[in-house]
């Protein structure tokens, strides 16, 4: 089953709102969590890192004001996208990396969140 | 920085053929490899993870090696399945400092029945 779950699985918003995505870690404590953005068929683009209680790491280019990330407990991450533009508009997959089968470090991925800005 | 390569970017085979899915890095000092399907506006499902002592793992129809020192990993299917159409990604995982996968542009495979 799902190990990791990210809500909403899509959603729609005019230009100018703010989007939140959770994303959760199931039944394992995720010592670190990731955000990527996927363009259509563009492979994943690593926007974020973070660890629980400490400030995120952001990838160059991507802007921390506009893309916030709270890594708030071992299971949860949020991503908020402030003021969504039309540009926004991406695949957004968050992905928790913890020890869950057969005792190694390993990295897995929500099933994604659409996000479409109108 | 890693890079990494798939090589096709694109394959068709009739069902039931056995195929060959390569992925070449750049970066030979990694902790482990996975492999990772992705359907169409879906996340990525992990098949199999390869730690950097190992040559190869096995999870039913799908056998994955690893020779790391000269960077490459392949992805064999046996008795390919019309199920199996999607995009497989090979991501190398690097640690010291940068703890996170990096990602090829897949191959997209498409099995015919």
């Known amino acids: 089953g799902a190990v990791v779950s990210q809500h909403p699985s899509w959603v729609i918003c005019k230009s100018g709102t703010s989007v939140k995505i959770e994303c959760r870690s199931l039944d394992f404590q995720a010592t670190t969590m990731f955000w990527y953005r996927q363009f259509p068929k563009q492979s994943l683009m690593l926007m974020a890192t973070?660890?629980?209680?400490?400030?995120?790491?952001?990838e160059q280019g991507v802007e921390k004001d506009k893309f916030l990330i709270n890594h708030a407990s071992l299971t949860l991450s949020t991503l908020t996208v402030t003021s969504a533009h039309p540009e926004d508009s991406s695949f957004y997959i968050c992905s928790a990396r913890g020890v869950k089968r057969g005792g190694y470090n390993e990295q897995f991925f929500g099933p994604g969140t659409r996000l479409t800005v109108l | 920085k890693q890079e990494v390569t798939q090589i096709p970017a694109a394959l068709s085979v009739p069902e039931g053929e056995n195929l060959v899915l390569n992925c070449s890095f750049t970066?030979?000092?990694?902790?482990?490899l996975q492999w990772f399907r992705q359907d169409p506006g879906k996340g990525l499902t992990s098949l199999l993870l390869i730690q950097s002592s190992q040559r190869e793992q096995t999870s039913g129809r799908l056998n994955a090696s690893l020779d790391k020192s000269s960077g490459r990993s392949t992805l064999y299917i046996a008795a390919s399945q019309p199920g199996d159409s999607a995009t497989y990604l090979c991501a190398p995982y690097s640690g010291a400092g940068s703890y996170q996968l990096t990602f090829g542009k897949g191959t997209k495979l498409s099995v015919i029945p």
């Open positions: 973070s660890n629980e209680g400490s400030k995120a790491t952001y």
């Open positions: 970066d030979s000092a990694i902790y482990n």
